[in-house]
């Protein structure tokens, strides 16, 4: 019986959609894509709500009209990235493909599509917050002085929007083991589970502060994000820029950023449908981009390295 490469897609999509909620570490900022309009295109809308403060009431006119005001500000997708893959059919046949197919875009998803999502999530939110002056630059942690920073940065947030409760610090792998090994820093730091959506991960905490740890190459200031056709970035990918700066960590509300993937689609052609060669095909489409609207900058603090 001929293979259903409709399902057999399907199927793939699942298991990789899984996989980026899990293994991005920016995948929490994927739970606040419900609350954007989108109506095709290269274009979503992200509501804005403001409303009046508190009145004085009159016991002879009673309550003084306040306004609601919900606006929608349009942001555009930049980034419409996909790869295709072709398995030759006198290596792998229906029999085997499956399981040949399904390690081929586990890894690519693994090695390749999670690390330069988070990449480029984390440079564009630093970016924000260098647009806003919400940042420190040049800092270079130590084990004698990262407590102290870490706290006054906290505190810049939590000055304007309180102790919301929902922070998160996105910090460099490299930078949380200097943190660990911070002297005052062991009645402060924990584990606990960090829920987004329905995944629950354990990760370290900083006074109750879940710590997002990332590996440092995806945590640099700009990158270069290969188009797969200019010479020298045949191979896709993406790598830092030559002017980038560490991104020591990321300080910010888990509502901040509105990470949303419109097109993340595959495709399965068997060799007897595929024009371009004798083999299986693959295609992948992944066009997604990440937003901080302004209403939302306040909650949001970069740490640059020198």
Do not use: C
């Amino acid at each position: 019986m001929a293979i259903n490469t409709l399902t057999m897609a399907q199927n793939f999509q699942t298991v990789l959609d899984q996989q980026m909620l899990v293994g991005a570490t920016s995948g929490f900022m994927e739970v606040n894509a419900g609350e954007v309009k989108y109506n095709g295109g290269d274009t979503v809308k992200i509501p804005t709500l403001s409303v009046d403060g508190l009145a004085n009431y009159d016991r002879d006119n009673g309550y003084n009209r306040g306004a609601v005001s919900l606006t929608y500000e349009d942001f555009k997708l930049t980034q419409d990235r996909g790869r295709k893959f072709n398995l030759d059919s006198m290596e792998v046949d229906e029999s085997n493909f499956l399981a040949t197919g399904t390690n081929v875009m586990s890894t690519f998803q693994v090695e390749q599509v999670i690390p330069e999502v988070d990449a480029y999530r984390y440079s564009k939110i630093a970016a924000y917050a260098k647009q806003g002056n919400r940042k420190t630059d040049a800092f270079t942690p130590s084990a004698a002085n990262i407590i102290d920073q870490l706290n006054k940065e906290i505190v810049e947030i939590e000055d304007l929007v309180g102790e919301t409760g929902d922070l998160v610090i996105v910090m460099s792998t490299r930078v949380q083991s200097v943190l660990n090994s911070a002297a005052g820093a062991k009645g402060m730091l924990d584990v606990a589970n960090f829920e987004h959506g329905a995944y629950s991960t354990r990760v370290r905490t900083y006074n109750g502060i879940p710590i997002i740890a990332v590996p440092s190459a995806r945590m640099k200031s700009q990158y270069t994000f290969n188009d797969g056709k200019t010479a020298g970035q045949e191979k896709g990918g993406f790598k830092a820029d030559t002017a980038a700066k560490a991104i020591n960590w990321i300080i910010m509300s888990r509502r901040a950023a509105i990470a949303v993937s419109k097109t993340d689609t595959m495709r399965i052609f068997d060799p007897t449908i595929n024009q371009q060669a004798n083999a299986w095909g693959i295609d992948y489409r992944k066009f997604h981009d990440v937003w901080v609207p302004k209403n939302r900058l306040a909650t949001v603090w970069a740490n640059f390295g020198a």
